[in-house]
């Protein structure tokens, strides 16, 4: 009843702050060009079901089925990722046709434009070319209704039930089978990304199926046929679980006993409302304001639920927990969304936080570690590191309520202290040698210092006294920085850095993850003063830092396409590079700190289709610009200090604690005015940096008073 009652209070308060809707600002095409990889389609906030197109075309830019150049649809799916670097789902696709085509990928695929195309939150709509059939889409959490419009009569108007075909998997097993004239459900088992996924369905039609033709084995496309008049429409409810059909069907039961497609459409709209609002913004264009609240709207697809309305989901360990008594998610990007889209989430997200911790803490039971990469009940342990370590010290530094903070300790501990994942060699030598491992290892090493030091804080907390250990093994980066390269290097089990002989810092090898040698010196987000102290100087480290935007971009041949939107060799296009711009507050020189988080949101965002310069990873992008568009900034993995940039808001409003808000105001701001001549806390001058989690969560005022020159006085740290 508490969720229920925040909400109304948010969504109240959104539409009295404005005749026109947040939703009206959303443009779910940005991200849709280059190497952008969001989904397009409809969906509520952080829905298990994200219904919409999959395309004929594959290929890296349809890692979520869909890319603006693509010309090809084959159906209508009911699981997509969005702005993932790797490809899955596309689940249990549905295409409307009013003839007999091939039953193959391109046999049923039809040809669209984009101008007879339609997509807003909660709402996809899209004309085909074969039959000129108007498809339409909606959704709630857990359940899709597609809403099929057939310009002509025919007695064999079907739609192919298509269990074979998603997006860069191969599948295991289907069943599809009739219940009766109106109902069909089924299975689907596949193999991909997602080791073993599995999803239930349970579809009802609003008219009479006139026939049914069931799958092959060697064929597994379903057909149901109707009977239709000219401009009549057939309606489909298309219920998800992961747990079995009958579930499916309560869900739909639960989430929409009714056939209204318009009322459903509406309450999604709303929906999205509600939840834009947890940050009302002002701003003076409305390119800045479809840019921040289309980030918003990219930020809030995911975690996705992955449980049914009473409380049932499966488990890591294959087995069906019933009625857990939390929400439970999936969709985990944590090597990507640890680093700014955790941080806002504390922020505008606290009734989820509970079931983040619960979520991954049981996930820690059922496969015996945090996870690193969860997908649909599957650890894919894509990526490096331990990253869901820093997001659960956040909440417990945070003093977030509603789990055990010692139990959490415990399994950031126990995820740290494994063997596998070349961890065994962290407890031996304190990195991961070259000579040991089989690549990656600068990576790899630096990520799993952070998530000590994250560990670290967290166990001090709670008076673990093996806080000391990691905040101590945390350190052990200094080994790696070569003095003479200044820069990150690996070193061999004997403690030497690897002989390259034409070494280039701007060429990737196979010790960095997706990044180079430029990129990852500065991994070392928990401890900036102590990354200065590797160098001779304090200047001499600003001077590296200066020529790390001034570098050569040329990144070498065999560069993974993901470093990309690059300044130099600084790549805002990939993750590692996120905080490396707010690092000139801790050095006295916040003013370089403002000047580029400037130019990257004016230069590297924008509100057209090819508006990211570079994969969306489930939110982390848009919440570097949603914090970054407030001025704000946490850098340190875990804890609340959220350094301070140079915001692009006239005013946010973010709904706090005890129905208060805590108010961003920028003064004098323009396009030239980049420069923060002083800023203001509660009215008061602010001599740090930074502010306080504790310090939003209290309620009050941030005023920025902005210049168009550097304002070049020190700051303490």
Same mark, same amino acid.
């Given at each position: 009843?508490?969720?229920?009652?925040?909400?109304?209070?948010?969504?109240?308060?959104?539409?009295?702050?404005?005749?026109?809707?947040?939703?009206?600002?959303?443009?779910?095409?940005?991200?849709?060009?280059?190497?952008?990889?969001?989904?397009?389609?409809?969906?509520?906030?952080?829905g298990?079901?994200?219904?919409?197109?999959?395309?004929?075309?594959?290929?890296?830019?349809?890692?979520?089925g869909?890319?603006?150049?693509?010309?090809?649809?084959?159906?209508?799916?009911?699981?997509?990722?969005?702005?993932?670097?790797?490809?899955?789902?596309?689940?249990?696709?549905?295409?409307?046709?009013?003839?007999?085509?091939?039953?193959?990928?391109?046999?049923?695929?039809?040809?669209?434009?984009?101008?007879?195309?339609?997509?807003?939150?909660?709402?996809?709509?899209?004309i085909?070319?074969?039959?000129?059939?108007?498809?339409?889409?909606?959704?709630?959490?857990?359940?899709?209704?597609?809403?099929?419009?057939?310009?002509?009569?025919?007695?064999?108007?079907?739609?192919?039930?298509?269990?074979?075909?998603?997006?860069?998997?191969e599948?295991?097993?289907?069943?599809?089978?009739?219940l009766?004239?109106?109902?069909?459900?089924?299975?689907?088992?596949?193999?991909?990304?997602?080791?073993?996924?599995?999803?239930?369905?349970?579809?009802q039609?609003?008219?009479?199926?006139?026939?049914?033709?069931s799958?092959?084995?060697?064929?597994?496309?379903?057909?149901?046929?109707?009977?239709?008049?000219?401009?009549?429409?057939? @309606? =489909?409810?298309?219920?998800?679980? #992961? %747990?079995?059909?009958?579930?499916? $069907?309560?869900?739909?039961?639960?989430?929409?006993? /009714?056939?209204?497609?318009?009322?459903?459409?509406?309450?999604?709209?709303?929906?999205?409302?509600?939840?834009?609002?947890?940050?009302?913004?002002?701003?003076r264009?409305?390119?800045?304001?479809?840019?921040?609240?289309?980030?918003?709207?990219?930020?809030?697809?995911?975690?996705v639920?992955?449980?049914?309305?009473?409380?049932?989901?499966?488990?890591?360990?294959?087995?069906?927990?019933?009625?857990?008594?939390?929400?439970?998610?999936?969709?985990?990007?944590?090597?990507?969304?640890?680093?700014?889209?955790?941080?806002?989430?504390?922020?505008?997200?606290?009734d989820?936080?509970?079931?983040?911790?619960?979520?991954?803490?049981?996930?820690?039971?059922?496969?015996?570690?945090?996870?690193?990469?969860?997908?649909?009940?599957?650890?894919?342990?894509? @990526? =490096?590191?331990?990253?869901?370590? #820093? %997001?659960?010290?956040?909440?417990? $530094?945070?003093?977030?309520?509603?789990?055990?903070? /010692?139990?959490?300790?415990?399994?950031?501990?126990a995820?740290?202290?494994?063997?596998?994942?070349?961890?065994?060699?962290?407890?031996?030598?304190?990195?991961?040698?070259?000579?040991?491992?089989?690549?990656?290892?600068?990576?790899?090493?630096?990520?799993?210092?952070?998530?000590?030091?994250?560990?670290?804080?967290?166990?001090?907390?709670?008076?673990?006294?093996?806080?000391?250990?990691?905040?101590?093994?945390?350190?052990?980066?200094?080994?790696?920085?070569?003095?003479?390269?200044?820069?990150?290097?690996?070193?061999?089990?004997?403690?030497?850095?690897?002989?390259?002989?034409?070494?280039?810092?701007?060429?990737?090898?196979?010790?960095?993850?997706?990044?180079?040698?430029?990129?990852?010196?500065w991994?070392?987000?928990?401890?900036?003063?102590?990354? =200065?102290?590797?160098?001779p100087?304090?200047?001499?480290?600003?001077?590296r $830092?200066?020529?790390?935007?001034?570098?050569?971009?040329?990144?070498g041949?065999?560069a993974?396409?993901?470093?990309?939107?690059?300044?130099?060799?600084?790549?805002?296009g990939?993750?590692?590079?996120?905080?490396?711009?707010?690092?000139?507050?801790?050095?006295?020189?916040?003013?370089?700190?403002?000047?580029?988080?400037?130019?990257?949101?004016?230069?590297?965002?924008?509100?057209?289709?090819?508006?990211l310069?570079?994969?969306?990873?489930?939110?982390?992008?848009?919440?570097?610009?949603?914090?970054?568009?407030?001025?704000?900034?946490?850098?340190?993995?875990?804890?609340?200090?959220?350094?301070?940039?140079?915001?692009?808001?006239?005013?946010?409003?973010?709904?706090?604690?005890?129905?208060?808000t805590?108010?961003?105001?920028?003064?004098?701001?323009?396009?030239?005015?980049?420069?923060?001549?002083?800023?203001?806390?509660?009215?008061k001058?602010?001599?740090?940096t930074?502010?306080?989690?504790?310090?939003?969560?209290?309620?009050?005022?941030?005023?920025?008073?902005?210049?168009?020159?550097?304002?070049?006085?020190?700051?303490?740290?």
């Amino acid at each position: 009843m508490k969720r229920i009652a925040s909400i109304s209070v948010l969504f109240a308060l959104a539409i009295t702050a404005t005749a026109q809707r947040l939703t009206d600002y959303v443009d779910p095409m940005i991200g849709s060009g280059d190497h952008g990889h969001v989904f397009v389609g409809a969906n509520v906030p952080q829905g298990m079901v994200n219904v919409g197109p999959t395309q004929l075309e594959e290929g890296w830019d349809w890692c979520s089925g869909y890319h603006q150049t693509g010309e090809r649809i084959i159906g209508f799916s009911h699981m997509h990722l969005s702005g993932t670097g790797c490809a899955d789902l596309g689940d249990i696709t549905l295409m409307p046709t009013l003839q007999e085509v091939e039953l193959s990928r391109e046999g049923v695929s039809s040809t669209y434009s984009h101008e007879r195309e339609s997509v807003r939150p909660g709402y996809y709509s899209v004309i085909l070319d074969r039959g000129n059939i108007k498809c339409e889409m909606t959704a709630t959490k857990r359940v899709a209704l597609h809403k099929y419009t057939f310009p002509r009569g025919s007695n064999n108007a079907r739609i192919i039930i298509n269990l074979k075909d998603a997006v860069s998997d191969e599948l295991q097993q289907a069943r599809v089978y009739q219940l009766n004239e109106y109902t069909v459900a089924g299975y689907r088992l596949s193999h991909g990304w997602a080791n073993r996924q599995q999803v239930y369905f349970y579809m009802q039609f609003s008219k009479p199926i006139h026939n049914f033709l069931s799958p092959s084995i060697d064929n597994p496309y379903a057909q149901a046929t109707f009977e239709v008049g000219p401009g009549d429409d057939v @309606m =489909v409810k298309v219920g998800l679980s #992961p %747990v079995n059909e009958m579930n499916a $069907l309560q869900n739909i039961n639960v989430e929409m006993p /009714q056939w209204d497609f318009d009322a459903v459409r509406e309450r999604a709209l709303e929906n999205w409302d509600v939840e834009l609002s947890r940050i009302k913004a002002t701003f003076r264009t409305d390119r800045e304001r479809r840019i921040f609240y289309t980030a918003m709207y990219h930020f809030l697809y995911a975690p996705v639920v992955w449980g049914d309305c009473n409380g049932d989901y499966m488990g890591s360990d294959g087995r069906v927990y019933r009625d857990a008594g939390f929400q439970n998610y999936t969709i985990w990007s944590l090597w990507d969304t640890y680093r700014a889209a955790h941080p806002l989430a504390t922020l505008i997200l606290r009734d989820e936080l509970r079931d983040y911790a619960q979520t991954m803490l049981h996930i820690y039971k059922e496969q015996g570690e945090l996870p690193v990469w969860h997908l649909m009940s599957n650890e894919t342990y894509c @990526m =490096v590191g331990c990253p869901a370590v #820093p %997001v659960l010290a956040d909440m417990v $530094l945070k003093g977030v309520e509603g789990f055990d903070y /010692q139990e959490a300790v415990d399994a950031m501990k126990a995820s740290l202290l494994k063997d596998n994942r070349q961890l065994d060699h962290m407890k031996n030598y304190g990195y991961i040698p070259w000579d040991q491992s089989s690549g990656e290892v600068v990576a790899k090493t630096l990520e799993y210092y952070l998530a000590d030091w994250s560990c670290g804080k967290a166990a001090a907390k709670v008076g673990d006294k093996d806080s000391t250990y990691f905040l101590t093994r945390c350190k052990g980066y200094k080994k790696m920085f070569d003095p003479e390269k200044q820069c990150m290097r690996a070193l061999s089990k004997a403690g030497k850095f690897r002989d390259e002989p034409n070494f280039n810092p701007c060429h990737q090898t196979r010790d960095y993850t997706e990044g180079n040698p430029w990129q990852y010196t500065w991994l070392v987000p928990h401890d900036i003063p102590g990354l =200065v102290s590797c160098f001779p100087s304090q200047q001499a480290f600003i001077d590296r $830092l200066d020529a790390l935007f001034e570098a050569d971009a040329d990144l070498g041949e065999g560069a993974q396409p993901d470093i990309t939107g690059l300044i130099g060799q600084y790549a805002h296009g990939n993750e590692p590079s996120h905080h490396i711009l707010y690092i000139y507050n801790y050095v006295g020189q916040p003013w370089k700190t403002q000047q580029r988080v400037r130019q990257v949101m004016s230069e590297l965002y924008t509100d057209q289709p090819a508006g990211l310069c570079g994969n969306e990873d489930v939110g982390q992008m848009s919440a570097w610009y949603i914090l970054s568009a407030m001025g704000l900034y946490q850098v340190e993995p875990c804890g609340g200090k959220y350094q301070l940039g140079s915001p692009v808001v006239e005013e946010a409003v973010i709904p706090v604690k005890d129905n208060k808000t805590f108010t961003i105001r920028s003064h004098g701001n323009s396009d030239k005015a980049i420069y923060v001549k002083e800023v203001r806390l509660n009215g008061k001058p602010l001599t740090e940096t930074y502010v306080t989690y504790d310090d939003i969560m209290a309620g009050g005022t941030l005023d920025f008073y902005m210049s168009t020159k550097p304002v070049k006085k020190s700051k303490k740290k």
